[in-house]
């Protein structure tokens, strides 16, 4: 059974970066497509974005860096010049194909929460 685990959120400065890293177990994540999402209380939750089998780094809006290491079965999030709108549950997913639709994913870790202060 696939199960992913995130780490690495807290609390951080508005301005500062953040790395958070999602663990695969019970599978192999280079079969995966891998993709983060977060949600803030009260919001739905969004997309930041998928990272495929055969892509190794790519980035989001400027600031979202998502790269992936299939010899850990580990996909990172680096999240740059945080802002107080960052704050959010970050959650990591896998999916046999990408899509920026969280209702395509079938796995999901528990989250790992981020907040920004300023």
């Known amino acids: 059974q696939v199960q992913l685990v995130e780490s690495g959120g807290g609390s951080v400065e508005a301005g500062g970066s953040l790395t958070l890293s999602c663990v695969l177990s019970?599978?192999?994540?280079?079969?995966?497509?891998m993709a983060w999402f977060r949600q803030a209380q009260g919001n739905e939750r969004e997309a930041i974005g998928p990272?495929?089998?055969?892509t190794r780094s790519i980035t989001y809006a400027d600031r979202f860096i998502v790269t992936r290491a299939d010899a850990k079965n580990t996909v990172n999030l680096r999240v740059d010049s945080l802002e107080r709108d960052d704050t959010a549950t970050y959650y990591c997913a896998a999916a046999l194909a990408c899509s920026w639709d969280s209702r395509h994913y079938e796995h999901w870790g528990r989250g790992t929460q981020v907040t920004v202060s300023s």
């Open positions: 990272i495929s089998t055969r």
């Open positions: 019970g599978g192999a994540s280079s079969s995966y497509c």
